[in-house]
């Protein structure tokens, strides 16, 4: 099934027209959806259909991030809803899939969105200590290069805060999306 989404960036200015807050204006969408962002390919889903939420409820988030989560909920900020981006590997599970997506976005089921995202990455402290062995090793370490360039292959998750436009988002709506976090593994 093709959706449209329009993920042209708009931007909030002040009053002199200096931009603010980035936002983007695309549909929402019930299903995870993958996209093109002009090559490359997006999976984006919402948070309780999140590829990478483990059973418990959880996602694999950087402490810096999560933080910044937590900053925000804080302050009162609130969202209708919250959807993850994860960057896809146009060399990957997608790489099939790129023909029809250059015709538009495409949704998918929960087992597709797993396979192109590929496995939740580890702890973020594992990559420290990656490069730690590596360093240690003189830069030289089989083990250490082998799994630095591993860790190096993941790529940017984006958390947005969603909000719908004049009602809460509902499937194939029009809704406004604010980047909240982005991180690369």
């Known amino acids: 099934m093709t959706t449209t989404i329009d993920v042209s960036l708009l931007r909030r200015s002040t009053s002199d027209g200096v931009p603010r807050i980035p936002v983007m204006r695309a549909d929402w969408h019930d299903d995870p959806v993958i996209a093109l962002d002009g090559a490359v390919p997006y999976l984006v889903a919402p948070a309780a259909r999140d590829p990478h939420r483990r059973p418990d409820g959880r996602r694999p988030i950087p402490n810096?991030?999560?933080?910044?989560?937590?900053?925000?909920?804080?302050?009162?900020?609130?969202?209708?809803?919250?959807?993850?981006?994860?960057?896809?590997?146009?060399?990957?599970?997608?790489?099939?899939?790129?023909?029809?997506?250059?015709?538009?976005?495409?949704?998918?089921?929960?087992e597709v969105a797993r396979l192109v995202v590929g496995p939740a990455p580890e702890h973020p402290g594992v990559s420290r200590a990656v490069r730690a062995l590596d360093l240690v090793a003189g830069g030289?370490?089989?083990?250490?290069?082998?799994?630095?360039?591993?860790?190096?292959?993941?790529?940017?998750?984006?958390?947005?805060?969603?909000?719908?436009?004049?009602?809460?988002p509902r499937d194939g709506a029009p809704a406004i999306w604010f980047p909240l976090v982005a991180w690369r593994w």
């Open 64 to 110: 810096a991030q999560l933080t910044e989560l937590r900053r925000m909920e804080r302050t009162g900020i609130r969202f209708d809803e919250i959807a993850i981006a994860h960057e896809l590997d146009a060399d990957g599970a997608v790489s099939s899939l790129l023909p029809m997506l250059s015709r538009g976005p495409v949704t998918c089921s929960d």
């Open 140 to 168: 030289v370490s089989a083990v250490g290069s082998a799994a630095r360039a591993r860790l190096e292959a993941r790529l940017d998750p984006i958390v947005f805060g969603v909000v719908g436009v004049g009602e809460a």
